[in-house]
Nanobody, 121 residues
Framework: QVQLVESGGGLVQAGGSLRLSCAASGRTLSSYVMDWFRQAPGKEREFVAA????????YYADSVKGRFTISRDNAKNTVYLQMNSLKPEDTALYYC??????????????WGQGTQVTVSS
């Protein structure tokens, strides 16, 4: 079994930055793709970013390209999401997730509980 625990959420003004972290425990995720998703109130959960085990494959939703950066530290079993130039529409519950491979990265196997990000205008 795998446990994913997010941290780093909070309240920030528009234009500000936050860095989310996701610590994984349990079985090793060294070969897994790590994802970030988000869900705003009244909306469906949406894909934000993903990174392959080696870090050579990185994917972003169009809405966050150029503003968000995903990275991972396999030695620490941790994935990060650096969020810059935040907008009120980025307000959501952000989830860390993991998938066995690229083909399943938008339908991950494991999920964290989420961390709230609120961007004020």
């Amino acid at each position: 079994q795998v446990q994913l625990v997010e941290s780093g959420g909070g309240l920030v003004q528009a234009g500000g930055s936050l860095r989310l972290s996701c610590a994984a425990s349990g079985r090793t995720l060294s070969s897994y793709v790590m994802d970030w998703f988000r869900q705003a109130p009244g909306k469906e959960r949406e894909f934000v970013a993903a990174i392959t085990w080696s870090g050579s494959g990185i994917y972003y939703a169009d809405s966050v390209k150029g503003r968000f950066t995903i990275s991972r530290d396999n030695a620490k079993n941790t994935v990060y999401l650096q969020m810059n130039s935040l907008k009120p529409e980025d307000t959501a519950l952000y989830y860390c997730a993991s998938a066995p491979n690229i083909r399943t990265m938008r339908n991950p196997t494991y999920w964290g509980q989420g961390t709230q990000v609120t961007v004020s205008s």
